[in-house]
């Protein structure tokens, strides 16, 4: 006789393939990011516009204002996400709860309910979609503060919305290889997801203990507080090199030992701005990329570039082994605005009795590097992907 199976234990087999099936590849994602969904909740709401894009504007200004800083602060999407969260609740609590232009089809209500986590959500793609420079400003800033000309509004403006088009057009075309697969997590966004449980999800509070909302406004002022001896108070803070304080006067420990114009060796920067301004956060990123980025930078810093340095492979000696700054063949600062004439052209007469342009060492194998991982990245796709 043929064995018959229980309806029951096929429903249970089948949500288990289901489950299997939803089951994200990455350990990480899967214990942080939830897979329930209310779509009772509405989204595009009155106050998301007005938090996402005054959101947006203020981190697009103030990233760029403070990024002319040797050390740049970075006011991450995050902090718009914390600092959202009572607007959004103190707008729930006052706009009247009201239907405007009813029957069209621009229908809307100034306050459909309480404060939710999609809405948070869109404010905080709009805060982060702000919160990154606008590459095209060196571009500006260096017409102005170098060469000291400036470009009329329009083509200023052209050039910056081309190139945040292009971005945002790259960002679109690579989608489908660099977000929707699941392989393709990007760390970072999983501190934004746990962030967002931690604001929206009840939690009972332990007897003697905190819960994670106040943890987070704990640390949040505490932070806030501390900037101001790095950022104020005691700019020291910001690279301590007591390497040089044991020869204050030797150039070869100034070199050695200088947090800011030599290879750090031995300086301690107690100022999260040093630690996070180019890399961000090692919070985020896991061990493997951490190790990867510490290679890279033992090799450039301390392997490479010592080592064109005292072998003086094109003159190294003659520059600053750490400067970011242009040099002549003599070692003196390069006049930029000598070699343009009037038309801001170069006037190719003048740049061959000046000379040609040097670099310091560092500078020189850095910039190098980034070319070279252009064609590094193609090279590894034709490689690893060719077929």
């Given at each position: 006789m043929a064995e018959t199976v229980k309806p029951s234990t096929v429903a249970m087999e089948i949500e288990e393939v289901v489950d299997e099936l939803d089951r994200c590849v990455v350990q990480e994602v899967e214990l942080t990011v939830p897979k329930t969904d209310d779509p009772t909740l509405p989204v595009l709401t009155f106050r998301m516009w007005v938090l996402g894009l005054g959101a947006c504007i203020i981190l697009s200004f103030v990233n760029q204002f403070f990024w002319y800083r040797r050390m740049p602060l970075s006011i991450t999407g995050i902090s718009a996400q914390i600092a959202v969260v009572p607007l959004g609740h103190l707008m729930a609590r006052v706009l009247p709860n009201k239907k405007y232009l009813e029957g069209s089809r621009w229908e809307f209500n100034m306050n459909?309910?309480?404060?939710?986590?999609?809405?948070?959500?869109?404010?905080?793609?709009?805060?982060?979609?702000?919160?990154?420079?606008?590459?095209a400003t060196h571009i500006l800033s260096a017409i102005k503060l170098y060469y000291k000309r400036s470009l009329p509004f329009l083509p200023a403006f052209l050039i910056m919305i081309t190139t945040q088009f292009l971005g945002f057009g790259w960002a679109g075309l690579f989608r489908k290889h660099l977000v929707e697969p699941g392989e393709m997590w990007w760390p970072s966004n999983l501190v934004q997801v746990s962030l967002f449980s931690a604001l929206h999800e009840k939690e009972k509070k332990k007897k003697g203990g905190m819960t994670r909302i106040q943890f987070f406004l704990i640390v949040l002022v505490t932070s806030f507080a501390y900037y101001i001896l790095p950022g104020y108070l005691f700019a020291m803070l910001t690279s301590i090199s007591w390497v040089c304080w044991l020869r204050p006067k030797s150039v070869l420990v100034n070199q050695l030992g200088s947090g800011e114009q030599g290879l750090g060796i031995g300086a301690i920067g107690i100022d999260w701005a040093t630690i996070s301004s180019y890399l961000g956060s090692p919070l985020a990123s896991p061990i493997f990329a951490t190790i990867n980025v510490t290679i890279g930078f033992v090799l450039v810093v301390y392997v490479v570039t010592p080592i064109c340095y005292w072998l003086n492979i094109y003159n190294a000696r003659t520059y600053p082994i750490f400067s970011s700054g242009l040099f002549?063949?003599?070692?003196?600062?390069?006049?930029?605005?000598?070699?343009?004439?009037?038309?801001?052209?170069?006037?190719?007469?003048?740049?061959?009795k000046t000379g040609p342009i040097h670099m310091s060492t560092f500078f020189a194998v850095t910039y190098g590097l980034g070319f070279a991982t252009l064609s590094a990245t193609m090279v590894h796709v034709l490689l690893f992907h060719g077929k």
């Amino acid at each position: 006789m043929a064995e018959t199976v229980k309806p029951s234990t096929v429903a249970m087999e089948i949500e288990e393939v289901v489950d299997e099936l939803d089951r994200c590849v990455v350990q990480e994602v899967e214990l942080t990011v939830p897979k329930t969904d209310d779509p009772t909740l509405p989204v595009l709401t009155f106050r998301m516009w007005v938090l996402g894009l005054g959101a947006c504007i203020i981190l697009s200004f103030v990233n760029q204002f403070f990024w002319y800083r040797r050390m740049p602060l970075s006011i991450t999407g995050i902090s718009a996400q914390i600092a959202v969260v009572p607007l959004g609740h103190l707008m729930a609590r006052v706009l009247p709860n009201k239907k405007y232009l009813e029957g069209s089809r621009w229908e809307f209500n100034m306050n459909p309910g309480p404060f939710n986590v999609k809405e948070h959500v869109m404010i905080t793609i709009f805060a982060n979609s702000g919160a990154g420079t606008v590459y095209a400003t060196h571009i500006l800033s260096a017409i102005k503060l170098y060469y000291k000309r400036s470009l009329p509004f329009l083509p200023a403006f052209l050039i910056m919305i081309t190139t945040q088009f292009l971005g945002f057009g790259w960002a679109g075309l690579f989608r489908k290889h660099l977000v929707e697969p699941g392989e393709m997590w990007w760390p970072s966004n999983l501190v934004q997801v746990s962030l967002f449980s931690a604001l929206h999800e009840k939690e009972k509070k332990k007897k003697g203990g905190m819960t994670r909302i106040q943890f987070f406004l704990i640390v949040l002022v505490t932070s806030f507080a501390y900037y101001i001896l790095p950022g104020y108070l005691f700019a020291m803070l910001t690279s301590i090199s007591w390497v040089c304080w044991l020869r204050p006067k030797s150039v070869l420990v100034n070199q050695l030992g200088s947090g800011e114009q030599g290879l750090g060796i031995g300086a301690i920067g107690i100022d999260w701005a040093t630690i996070s301004s180019y890399l961000g956060s090692p919070l985020a990123s896991p061990i493997f990329a951490t190790i990867n980025v510490t290679i890279g930078f033992v090799l450039v810093v301390y392997v490479v570039t010592p080592i064109c340095y005292w072998l003086n492979i094109y003159n190294a000696r003659t520059y600053p082994i750490f400067s970011s700054g242009l040099f002549v063949g003599n070692g003196s600062s390069y006049d930029v605005l000598s070699i343009i004439d009037n038309k801001f052209h170069l006037d190719r007469a003048i740049y061959a009795k000046t000379g040609p342009i040097h670099m310091s060492t560092f500078f020189a194998v850095t910039y190098g590097l980034g070319f070279a991982t252009l064609s590094a990245t193609m090279v590894h796709v034709l490689l690893f992907h060719g077929k």
